[in-house]
């Protein structure tokens, strides 16, 4: 079972860089609080998962379980490619819309400042469906997703350097109806 869910996790991971995009932009994070964890401190994420001995593979995804699992998934720099540390919660949260059809999540994309506004909005709606694509691949149906971008709109935290913008480079995964 292992073996299939990495086989799936590196076929994943392989069509979303695939999609990826590119840019002729030569900014970058500067390696500051964004370097070695893409500027997550941990605030609004949690480990559970794979590592935490979280909702194992194949497991019924309860209510409280949801509660538990990383709802805002981060991004690196110009890339719209879910780091692998999301991939454990992910998979949990597409196992429970599985398990509910009823059940119906949007997915609000998100950019840093930098980039233009239409560029930013478009960046927010690659990152929303490469986590939409995640979601699918592991079982929730196109009727239980919507996405929406936001780009550089709505950030989660106000400033001009690294550490805001690794937390306003994300997708908010918000259920709708449970």
């Known amino acids: 079972m292992r073996v299939a869910n990495f086989t799936k996790a590196v076929a994943i991971t392989s069509a979303m860089i695939l999609a990826g995009c590119s840019t ?3 900014t970058t994070d500067g390696g500051a609080a964004g370097s ?51 991939f454990a919660d992910l998979e949990a949260h597409a196992r429970y819309l599985a398990q ?5 999540v949007r997915l609000e994309g998100h950019a840093d400042e930098r980039g233009t506004r239409e560029y930013n909005m478009a960046l927010g709606e690659r990152r ?3 986590v939409e694509r995640l979601l699918m691949v592991n079982g929730a149906t196109a009727n239980q997703v919507e996405t929406v971008s936001y780009g550089e709109e709505k950030p989660a ?4 350097d690294a550490a805001a913008w690794g937390k306003n480079r994300r997708v908010e995964l918000k259920y709708l109806s449970k």
Not at 59 to 84: C, G, H, I, S
Not at 100 to 104: D, G, I, K, L, Q
Not at 157 to 160: C, V
Request: glycine share 16%; hydrophobic share 30%; charged share 15%.
């Open 157 to 160: 935290m106000i400033g001009h």
């Open 100 to 104: 509910n059809p009823t059940a119906s």
């Open 24 to 26: 002729t932009s030569t």
């Open 36 to 86: 070695a964890n893409g500027g997550q401190d941990g605030a609004g994420a949690s480990s559970y998962g794979a590592n935490s001995g979280g909702v194992s593979a194949g497991q019924v995804v309860t209510r409280e379980d949801l509660n538990q699992l990383q709802t805002v998934f981060y991004f690196d720099f110009d890339k719209a490619v879910v780091r692998q540390q999301g």
């Open 128 to 130: 929303a469906k490469s």
